[in-house]
């Protein structure tokens, strides 16, 4: 079976990427600060603006690098999607625990916040997958287990409760089916995480052939946030994309909590 990365890029095209010492290089600079320039990349790598294009031109193709317009400036996202992918082809189904350093700290220094952006591919209709995020039974197998309800309109509340407490909640800021869903986020399940106080995620749902591109942007976040409030996302969308693709769950700590609270 061929296993493809967010951007339809293939495992194999994904390892290519990562074989390269100067591509790993980009990715450690975009770990250490994220939203980073072409200019801003060069200046940190020995070689030619010509050369560092080429390396990010190749970590796009495999989905590890996004990219989005900021003003007149071009700015490059590490995605951790793939990687997410191609360990919960071999690694997950040994239920080892969820690998937190794929998603480390990664800062906007300019303004003091930070921003994350993620993209999946998922093979489904743009309305099937609003409904992915808006049913309360469908969420549940893919977002640990969260009980997540709402009358999904602009300025209604939301919340997800979980081991029957208050675990997060917020407001939908922007409700546009099947495209676009904007909230606020507010993390509740411990005292580390309410301190962070609250974020902002963005949901865009892109058609593109026989399938959708979801793009999940979460900001508004403290510069040296709690990487409890972004870590989960690769499982998530992994898990996500499992669910409408073929009907199953993971094998991941995120289903298995799912699992244990439907028994």
């Known amino acids: 079976m061929t296993i493809r990365s967010p951007n339809h890029a293939t495992v194999d095209e994904v390892f290519k990427a990562l074989s390269d010492?100067?591509?790993?290089?980009?990715?450690?600079?975009?770990?250490?600060?994220d939203g980073q320039t072409l200019s801003a990349l060069e200046d940190r790598?020995?070689?030619?603006?010509?050369?560092?294009?080429?390396?990010?031109?190749?970590?796009?193709?495999a989905g590890l690098v996004v990219t989005r317009r900021r003003g007149r400036e071009k700015l490059h996202f590490l995605n951790p999607v793939p990687i997410r992918l191609a360990h919960d082809r071999w690694v997950s189904k040994y239920a080892e625990p969820w690998?937190?350093?794929?998603?480390?700290?990664?800062?906007?220094?300019?303004?003091?916040?930070?921003?994350?952006?993620?993209?999946?591919?998922?093979?489904?209709?743009?309305?099937?997958?609003?409904q992915a995020l808006t049913d309360t039974e469908m969420r549940r197998k893919y977002t640990f287990g969260a009980v997540v309800t709402s009358d999904w309109t602009p300025g209604s509340r939301y919340q997800g409760v979980g081991g029957g407490a208050l675990i997060f909640e917020g407001e939908n800021l922007?409700?546009?089916?099947?495209?676009?869903?904007?909230?606020?986020?507010?993390a509740l399940w411990g005292e580390d995480v309410k301190r962070e106080?609250?974020?902002?995620?963005?949901?865009?749902?892109?058609?593109?052939?026989?399938?959708?591109?979801?793009?999940?942007?979460?900001?508004?976040?403290?510069?040296?946030?709690?990487?409890?409030?972004?870590?989960?996302?690769?499982?998530?969308?992994?898990?996500?994309?499992?669910?409408?693709?073929?009907?199953?769950?993971?094998?991941?700590?995120?289903?298995l909590r799912w699992l244990q609270s439907a028994a």
Request: aromatic content about 6%.
């Open 21 to 33: 010492p100067t591509r790993r290089s980009l990715l450690d600079e975009l770990l250490r600060q």
């Open 197 to 255: 106080g609250t974020s902002r995620v963005t949901w865009e749902i892109e058609p593109v052939g026989d399938s959708c591109l979801l793009r999940v942007t979460h900001d508004q976040l403290p510069e040296d946030a709690n990487s409890q409030l972004y870590g989960g996302w690769p499982m998530v969308l992994s898990g996500l994309k499992t669910l409408l693709e073929t009907g199953e769950m993971l094998t991941t700590p995120g289903s």
């Open 174 to 186: 922007e409700v546009d089916p099947p495209r676009r869903l904007v909230q606020s986020f507010t």
């Open 45 to 61: 790598l020995p070689m030619t603006r010509f050369g560092v294009m080429k390396h990010l031109r190749v970590l796009e193709q």
């Open 99 to 130: 690998a937190a350093t794929l998603s480390e700290l990664k800062r906007n220094l300019e303004n003091g916040t930070m921003e994350k952006v993620f993209e999946i591919y998922i093979k489904t209709t743009p309305e099937r997958l609003w």
